[in-house]
């Protein structure tokens, strides 16, 4: 049995999230959520209340269809960053011109299973 999550709109670069995203995948939850506690990264938080959220998803999901999950066993199947909406700012330069500056978002998928 499959249990998913998502993120959308996060304010941080796809390929930033991607470092911490490739730390956590294939792992089981509680071992996912322990690198998340203790990595430095900006998005570490956000993936680790998703990998919570995705958790209370299956146990939802258990309590409602009797699914018969285990959610000692959970491990991320997949997780995977897309890029989001850009937010395009002016940054003023020298003698009258400007430079665009593009403010980045991402995305975030997590995908949770039954190892058993």
């Known amino acids: 049995m499959e249990v998913k999550a998502s993120l959308k709109g ?3 670069s796809a390929s930033k999230a991607r470092l911490v ?4 995948r294939g ?3 509680e071992e996912a959520l ?12 956000p993936i ?7 958790v ?6 258990n309590e409602e269809q009797n699914a018969g999950i285990d959610i000692d066993s959970l491990t991320v ?14 940054r003023p330069r020298a003698q009258g ?3 665009w500056i593009q403010k980045r978002s991402s995305h975030i998928s997590v995908v949770l299973a039954d190892n058993r």
């Open 56 to 61: 209370a998803n299956a146990e939802f999901k």
């Open 27 to 29: 792992k089981g939850v």
């Open 97 to 99: 011109r400007a430079n």
């Open 34 to 45: 322990n690198i998340l506690l203790l990595s430095d990264k900006k998005s570490a938080q």
């Open 77 to 90: 199947k997949t997780i995977y960053v897309n890029e989001g909406n850009s937010l395009w700012r002016i």
């Open 48 to 54: 680790s209340k998703l990998l919570r959220s995705a």
């Open 10 to 12: 996060y304010r941080v």
């Open 21 to 24: 995203a490739n730390q956590v």
